[in-house]
């Protein structure tokens, strides 16, 4: 008996232990899949509930399974090499198609910066407040953070934002959906391949499954000094990470569906969807999803610079990281300012056509994630770099299926827009 008491005794103190490090270690996959859920992914949940109901919603799934295959390998390659992807495909493949990737990346990641300061304007005008007061003080505060901040000190803040993400859970259970119906869609999922519904379901892979994920996943798990032998824990918070992200899409395409689909209601941005909601399901939800869309795009205002300017410093082999001092990694501070600064001086410069700065945007993000997306799968696989941490025959196919299938809705996507 005495025995079993403390075999008893040590598995809870083994498994608080456990807990407690998994609490220590979790941050980068659940950022990083979090800040998915930004201006342009509420845009488009938003568009997909109000244009189509709930008809889309079984297509997160699969698209949750790709994130969760894609994620793993960058967190994986991060755990074992010690190093942040562009410095690997810098080794790897060459300088020559590095410096390429950081042009496509940084034009790519100026727009969509841009679109997150469109985000925290449009949301904070919801509650009365001018762009030329919300943009310019809620810059300085990103700024202020990440440069006056720590690792721990910003990743802490970056965790509080994720939470303010249940708005939108608290948002669709005010709504008062006929879950029967709700879980019947993903039951009996609807495949079509009608053209606007299949761009719809393009659009929701794309600002699901993004190109600077990959790189600041992979760069914030080496800063986090996160080593193999509990890579469980990292793998445990990438899967957590995809998951949240995905139940947070799915409510927000539920608000749009129960709401402004059932009403024939028409809308053309996040900012149309909050206000559309006051008629129909009270302020308080308006006040929620325009809630929602400020802590959005605000975190990853946050997010966007800091993956670009990892990508730019490792590649190019400057000192990069939240925790150096600016006289230790002085690039790593000057491209991250500039980027906010820029985000924030076209966004409050008048006519700015704002709707092609997107576009372009989105249109080489198209561009540059199917060339990531084979680098990651080359580097996986190669056992010198990664040892037995290669890729097994099942994951490897559902990599290489993944890979593929986002390679082919990539070019899809882009023939329809010519």
């Not at 991060?78 to 990346?105: C, H, N, P, Q, W």
């Not at 000057?334 to 008048?350: A, D, E, T």
Request: net charge neutral; charged share 15%; proline share 3%.
């Amino acid at each position: 008996m005495e025995k079993y008491t403390k075999w008893v005794s040590s598995s809870k103190a083994s498994l608080w232990r456990t807990v407690g490090l998994f609490f220590i270690l979790m941050g980068p996959g659940i950022i990083t899949s979090n800040v998915d859920n930004d201006a342009g992914g509420i845009t488009t949940y938003s568009l997909a509930g109000a244009e189509y109901g709930l008809k889309l919603v079984w297509w997160l799934i699969p698209i949750m399974i790709a994130l969760i295959v894609i994620q793993e390998m960058g967190a994986r390659m991060g755990v074992v090499t010690g190093k942040g992807l562009s410095d690997l495909i810098r080794e790897k493949f060459g300088a020559k198609i590095t410096f390429y990737l950081m042009i496509g990346m940084f034009l790519t990641n100026m727009g969509n910066v841009i679109s997150e300061f469109a985000g925290i304007a449009a949301g904070m005008e919801v509650f009365g407040v001018d762009k030329f007061v919300s943009v310019p003080v809620s810059g300085f505060l990103v700024w202020w953070m990440v440069v006056k901040g720590t690792y721990k000190s910003v990743e802490k803040a970056f965790l509080v934002a994720c939470v303010f993400y249940i708005s939108y859970i608290i948002t669709g259970i005010i709504v008062k959906p006929d879950w029967s119906s709700v879980f019947e869609q993903f039951l009996k999922p609807n495949l079509s391949f009608e053209t606007g519904e299949m761009t719809m379901v393009i659009g929701l892979v794309g600002t699901t499954i993004a190109p600077w994920m990959q790189f600041y996943l992979q760069a914030s798990i080496v800063e986090k000094g996160i080593k193999v032998q509990d890579y469980k824990f990292a793998r445990f918070d990438v899967v957590m990470g995809s998951v949240v992200v995905h139940i947070v899409a799915f409510f927000i395409i539920l608000v749009c569906a129960e709401t402004l689909f059932k009403n024939g209601v028409r809308i053309e941005t996040a900012k149309d969807a909050a206000l559309s909601l006051a008629p129909l399901a009270g302020k308080y939800c308006t006040f929620l999803f325009a809630f929602g869309l400020v802590n959005a795009s605000l975190f990853a205002a946050s997010i966007l610079p800091l993956s670009t300017t990892y990508l730019i410093c490792e590649g190019l082999g400057w000192e990069a990281g939240i925790d150096k001092k600016f006289m230790e990694a002085p690039q790593f501070y000057l491209i991250y300012s500039i980027m906010i600064f820029l985000g924030m001086v076209i966004i409050l410069y008048p006519d700015i056509p704002l709707i092609p700065i997107m576009y372009f945007s989105q249109v080489i993000n198209g561009m540059v994630l199917p060339v990531v997306l084979i680098f990651m799968l080359m580097l996986v696989n190669d056992r010198k770099l990664m040892g037995k941490h290669v890729n097994g025959p099942i994951f490897n196919a559902i990599a290489w299926v993944t890979s593929l299938v986002m390679i082919g809705l990539t070019l899809l996507l882009l023939f329809w827009s010519l």
